[in-house]
C-alpha cells in the first residue's frame, strides 16, 4: 500500500538559517511526489513536484526538493528561511502503478521561523 | 489564476441535520475532490470526481455522499450530520493530465462544527 510519512510533526529554524522539512514515500510503482504550503486560515497551495528527469526541483518562494530515490525521501529545503515560510506544510504521493487519480498526503509538518 | 470557491468558510450545524457544503472552480477542470483535515490526521480522501455525474469513493466516504450536475461544481452531502463529522473541508479541482501529474488546486476551506 502507498504511504507517506512526515516524521516531525515541527520544525523550529532561525530566520536566515537554511531549513529542511522531512518526507519519506512507500510505493510499489514509481512515485509522483508533491509539496504543499498551508498558510493560516487558507486552503493549501502548490509548492512544486517531482514527476520524472532532474532529482532535484525547484518551485515557488524559493523552495526546492531533492528526490532520493535509494532514500525513497523528497525532503523540501531552503537555503534561508524567512518569518513569512512559517506555516504547515504536507507531502503528498502519487503511486503511478495505481492507476487512480488519488493523492495520499502526509500528516503535515508546522514550520516557525523564528525572527 | 485558479479560482476555487466555497460556499461558506464557518459553519454550525446540528446533530441529525442535513448538511450540504458546495465547492465551485472556474478553470474548467475535469477533477474534484473533497478532504477532511484533522490535525495529526493531515489531509483524508472522501470523495473524488473526473467527470460529470461521475464520482469514486476516497478513503473515507462513510456518512457522505456528493453530486456533480455540473462540471464546476462538486457538493458534499452529510445526510445525517454527526459530532464526529466536526472538521475543516477542503474542496479541490485539477486538470485531466497525464494520469498523476496534475496539481490540485484548492478551495479556502469550510470549517464545520456539529453540535
Known amino acids: 500500500a502507498q504511504s507517506v510519512a512526515q516524521p516531525e510533526d515541527q520544525v523550529n529554524v532561525a530566520e536566515g538559517n537554511p531549513l529542511t522539512v522531512k518526507c519519506t514515500y512507500s510505493?510499489?510503482?514509481?512515485?509522483?511526489l508533491f509539496w504543499y504550503v498551508q498558510y493560516p486560515n487558507r486552503g493549501l497551495q502548490f509548492l512544486l513536484k517531482y514527476i520524472t528527469g532532474d532529482n532535484l526541483v525547484k518551485g515557488s518562494y524559493g523552495f526546492e526538493a531533492e528526490f532520493n530515490k535509494s532514500q525513497t525521501s523528497f525532503h523540501l529545503k531552503k537555503p534561508s528561511a524567512l518569518v513569512s515560510d512559517s506555516a504547515l506544510y504536507f507531502c503528498a504521493v502519487r503511486d503511478t502503478s495505481s492507476g487512480t487519480y488519488q493523492y495520499i498526503f502526509g500528516t503535515g509538518t508546522r514550520l516557525k521561523v523564528l525572527a | 489564476d485558479v479560482k476555487v470557491t466555497q460556499s461558506s468558510r464557518y459553519l454550525v450545524k446540528r446533530t441529525g441535520e442535513k448538511v450540504f457544503l458546495e465547492c465551485v472552480q472556474d478553470m474548467d477542470h475535469e477533477n474534484m475532490f473533497w478532504y477532511r483535515q484533522d490535525p495529526g490526521l493531515g489531509l483524508r480522501l472522501i470523495y473524488f470526481s473526473y467527470d460529470v455525474k461521475m464520482k469514486e469513493k476516497g478513503d473515507i466516504p462513510e456518512g457522505y455522499s456528493v453530486s456533480r450536475e455540473k462540471k464546476e461544481r462538486f457538493s458534499l452531502i452529510l445526510e445525517s450530520a454527526s459530532t464526529n463529522q466536526t472538521s475543516m473541508y477542503l474542496c479541490?479541482?485539477?486538470?485531466?493530465?497525464?494520469?498523476?501529474?496534475?496539481?490540485?488546486?484548492f478551495g479556502p476551506g469550510t470549517r464545520l462544527t456539529v453540535l
Open positions: 479541490a479541482s485539477s486538470f485531466r493530465a497525464l494520469r498523476g501529474t496534475d496539481t490540485q488546486y
Open positions: 510505493v510499489s510503482g514509481n512515485p509522483y
